[in-house]
């Protein structure tokens, strides 16, 4: 897996998801990929994965009302390294998946929506 990119220029740098609980978001996040938070009041929390665990943060979660949280915006992918694994890290977690997994060329994959109904997917090399 690739470093973060962050003061890369033209690089996908920061993503923010918008959650309508931050704690279930948290704790979802939490369960199923083993990101950390970083608590800036009420509404929004820093998002540390593993790549960035002490460093910079990934994105963030905002809190929003259930109207700004919606199906086809753009599609945020995580990498992982054990599709099968992911997939039950997620619906342990309460994650509905919503499509696959499935092949495409590259690879396998799966799209689920958390617990606001952001849709994310989550890919494979095999």
Do not use: C, K
């Not at 993503?15 to 979802?28: G, M, R, S």
């Amino acid at each position: 897996m690739s470093t973060h990119a962050h003061g890369i220029h033209h690089s996908i740098d920061y993503v923010e998801l918008p959650a309508t609980d931050l704690a279930a978001a948290q704790a979802f996040y939490g369960a199923a990929f083993g990101w950390e938070f970083v608590p800036y009041g009420p509404g929004y929390a820093g998002i540390r994965t593993a790549a960035e665990s002490g460093a910079d943060e990934a994105g963030g979660l905002r809190l929003a009302e259930a109207a700004d949280v919606s199906r086809g915006g753009p599609l945020v992918l995580l990498f992982s390294a054990d599709l099968d694994a992911t997939l039950a890290a997620v619906q342990g977690a309460g994650g509905q998946v919503v499509e696959g997994p499935y092949a495409f060329p590259g690879g396998r994959r799966f799209h689920f929506l958390d617990p606001s109904g952001n849709e994310l997917g989550v890919w494979a090399t095999s």
